[in-house]
């Protein structure tokens, strides 16, 4: 229990049972999305602080800096990256490679966007392929929803596969202390079966069946991808920044460098690289611009949540609740990790995956002493990272990424229907979870 | 002065059922950026004009918000767009006509008045307040001709 002793409850309340039921209302307002959940979670975080759980300084203790400076630094670089038009590049230069075949294209989409998903934030990757993707199936004129119900599955499954793919993995790195290189090499494996494997049941239904006029092909066969490429210049200072940047988390763990360090350095560079050859005034004006692609809400949304889960920990009420999954799995530690596996799928379809990974790692982190040391409980972070980012794929809004395509389809005139793509989604993620099962199961727990 | 002394009354108007190809030939014709479309009893519904056949023949994914902010990557000929045009030519204006349109009732004054067309760049429809009949139309020269000859 963190500062058990400074808990100072307003009108004597019970801390347990006021920061228990606030995380309740936390969770419940931000799963109804009536209010904006940046607002909710800096709402309840103020109200931990006034209800005497925590003071502002052990509120403080309870924010991730690590995460925030990571997804800050990588919303930078790739603020500035996308300038330069190489998404979109990429995206037309796949295309063509397959002499514009609709089923090459849709899985060369779906390779570029699980790759830049693992390397970039889902988000953002969707953002700049699906308008793309639009372009393409209307000059093919095809049905656009195979094509967007299998980028969401790329995307979160490319996210899967490493520390920066997606928020979930990025709290479990920076809480676990595990690097780049640890969750490339135990999650980039099973993430590139899943997506092969995904890949058959979308030939099946919908590969098999996708044709377009050869007249239509080459009409994308004339794009002209170099066209896409807008700053030369901010191409190759983006690839090389983002190369360092990569290299700084493969090595930099070893020296002791986080990811949140290697980020923001990396965001400092290229912002430097971007801004410099122009005037001090046009340096403002860029450097305002870049500032105000940051993703304020959602960095705002993990401080208040990282204080209310803070909050809660500090009761004693998380260790009380993972001492009742101990029970439940009668210690066993093969049945804790396939039981946060599942769970986490579930609810992540259902629910923001964010708070959920939040308020399950410290709950594992209260079950070291059980399994005999942290070491013990890397199957279980493993489990929580699968299960939290796939589980994403369950439901149209599993994920932010899913959220964003479904705008894209709408605006397109080809709207998504939320039970339509639930019905083929939901087997195919439970299907991704299964296979992660006797991955984790055979890899780490036998 | 007000809007009502501005507007000139009786504009050409069209009606939602007319189809593009129709609307986008008259206006071509004569040479009109944009006329208000309104119902049988005379009820205003919005505007169509040039930019609604920009919006027909442009890719779909250039247009929506958050689309494609480069499209120079795309070369396409006239014949294309001409094909593109032909697969909605005989679709209603209504399909495409806008219809977020700034309005001014009859009474605003003249500065108001003058400041919403300098910022809206666009001919400002003058609707009765309290219903949605079409009184007038202000276009710059209008109100050109009016500062001009006082």
Request: net charge neutral.
């Amino acid at each position: 229990m963190h500062g058990e002793d400074q808990i100072n409850m307003l009108f004597g309340m019970n801390p347990v049972w006021y920061a228990g039921l606030l995380f309740v209302a936390t969770y419940v307002l931000i799963m109804t999305e009536r209010i904006n959940r940046a607002v909710v979670s800096i709402t309840a975080a103020g109200l931990m602080i006034l209800g005497g759980v925590l003071t502002q300084e052990s509120a403080m203790q309870g924010i991730d800096f690590n995460t925030l400076g990571l997804l800050t630094g990588m919303m930078i670089i790739v603020g500035i990256a996308k300038n330069s038009g190489i998404f979109q590049f990429l995206a037309i230069w796949s295309a063509k490679l397959v002499n514009a075949s609709p089923w090459g294209i849709l899985v060369m989409l779906v390779l570029v966007t699980a790759v830049l998903s693992a390397l970039l934030d889902n988000v953002t990757t969707v953002l700049l392929i699906a308008p793309v993707t639009l372009l393409i199936t209307d000059t093919l004129k095809l049905n656009a929803y195979p094509y967007l119900f299998a980028e969401i599955f790329a995307s979160n499954i490319g996210g899967t596969a490493t520390l920066i793919g997606d928020p979930p993995n990025i709290m479990i790195g920076s809480a676990t202390n595990l690097g780049f290189n640890d969750f490339f090499l135990n999650l980039a494996p099973i993430a590139v079966v899943i997506l092969v494997v995904t890949m058959f049941p979308i030939y099946i239904f919908w590969g098999r069946h996708l044709q377009a006029q050869p007249e239509l092909r080459q009409k994308v066969m004339n794009y002209r991808e170099k066209d896409a490429i807008k700053d030369l210049r901010l191409l190759k200072q983006s690839l090389l920044v983002l190369a360092l940047v990569m290299l700084g988390f493969t090595v930099g763990h070893s020296y002791g460098l986080q990811p949140a360090s290697v980020a923001m350095f990396g965001a400092a560079l290229l912002l430097i690289f971007y801004s410099l050859p122009h005037d001090s005034r046009k340096q403002s004006k860029l450097v305002h611009k870049t500032f105000c692609e940051v993703e304020w809400t959602t960095l705002f949304f993990f401080i208040g949540l990282f204080v209310v889960v803070y909050g809660v920990e500090t009761t004693g009420l998380l260790n009380v609740m993972a001492n009742q999954v101990m029970s439940l799995t009668g210690g066993d530690r093969s049945v804790t990790a396939i039981l946060i596996l599942w769970v986490s799928a579930i609810a992540s379809s259902i629910v923001d995956n964010i708070p959920f990974v939040a308020t399950m790692i410290p709950l594992i982190k209260n079950m070291a002493a059980s399994f005999g040391g942290g070491d013990e409980l890397l199957p279980l972070w493993w489990s929580l990272s699968l299960g939290s980012c796939l589980g994403g794929n369950g439901s149209l809004v599993g994920a932010s990424a899913n959220l964003i395509v479904a705008g894209f389809a709408d605006r397109s005139g080809q709207p998504i229907n939320f039970v339509k793509f639930m019905i083929g989604a939901f087997p195919l993620m439970l299907l991704s979870i299964f296979i992660s099962t006797i991955y984790i199961y055979f890899r780490y727990l036998i | 002065m007000n809007a009502a002394s501005l507007m000139k009354p009786d504009p050409i108007t069209l009606s939602p059922d007319d189809s593009i190809s129709t609307a986008a030939k008259f206006i071509m014709a004569n040479r009109y950026r944009s006329l208000p479309v309104v119902d049988a009893d005379g009820c205003f519904l919005g505007v169509f004009g040039v930019n609604c056949l920009l919006k027909k023949v442009l890719p779909k994914a250039a247009l929506m918000d958050d689309g494609l902010t480069n499209v120079s990557f795309i070369h396409e000929t006239l014949s294309d767009l001409k094909e593109r045009f032909r697969e909605v030519e005989n679709e209603s204006i209504s399909m495409c006509m806008q219809r977020d349109i700034r309005t001014l009732p009859p009474d605003t004054p003249l500065i108001e008045t003058l400041h919403t067309l300098y910022n809206n760049r666009a001919s400002i429809p003058v609707v009765e307040e309290g219903s949605c009949k079409l009184l007038g139309m202000i276009s710059y020269w209008n109100v050109g001709e009016k500062i001009l000859s006082a």
